[in-house]
């Protein structure tokens, strides 16, 4: 599962997050906590091991920091969880567009997405000695459509070779990934 991440910490940075997914009857049936650094890199919690026969389940999430615990939030829409293990393709037909200090990926959903919708796209950029951070929801870019995406990436210094990788995220996991690569205006 995806959701925003707390926008309000009561004066104590969020430290974390708890998912939980419940049945029909109201009984937890499955927990998955994740650090906020890891959310922050991921943007995506799975909550594995849910009863396939328990019909259609809720999840909540809470957020943890040094005061305690939030309130869950408001309750996910009912889903019924399948066992999905077919990783979705790699996207096609990638291209980078440059600025000096930013640029424009886009890319075309993949062909085949495996036994699984997608969730989203996991975007990745490197200058070649390390991965730039991109984090929270910039890393995980939201429902895609059949038609083309593209995400705009920031912070970029001018006259340097940027790799930009896209992988399609599905509840099976993250595919192969796509790459790029171009060189910001000097």
Do not use: C
């Amino acid at each position: 599962m995806t959701f925003n991440p707390s926008f309000v910490d009561g004066g104590s940075p969020v430290t974390g997050y708890t998912a939980r997914a419940y049945d029909a009857s109201g009984r937890q049936v499955g927990e998955q906590a994740v650090g906020a650094a890891e959310f922050k890199r991921t943007a995506v919690v799975r909550i594995g091991g849910l009863p396939a026969s328990a019909g259609p389940l809720t999840a909540t999430v809470t957020a943890s920091n040094a005061h305690g615990t939030s309130a869950p939030s408001l309750a996910s829409l009912p889903l019924t969880p399948t066992a999905v293990t077919a990783l979705p393709g790699a996207p096609t037909g990638p291209k980078l567009r440059t600025a000096s200090t930013a640029a424009t990926v886009a890319w075309t959903p993949p062909t085949a997405t495996g036994d699984a919708k997608v969730v989203g796209y996991r975007v990745t950029v490197s200058d070649g000695r390390a991965p730039i951070d991109v984090t929270g929801r910039d890393v995980l870019v939201g429902q895609p459509s059949a038609k083309g995406m593209f995400r705009v990436i920031g912070g970029l210094s001018p006259g340097t070779s940027y790799t930009v990788t896209i992988a399609t995220v599905t509840a099976a996991g993250t595919g192969p990934a796509a790459t790029v690569t171009a060189t910001t205006k000097a």
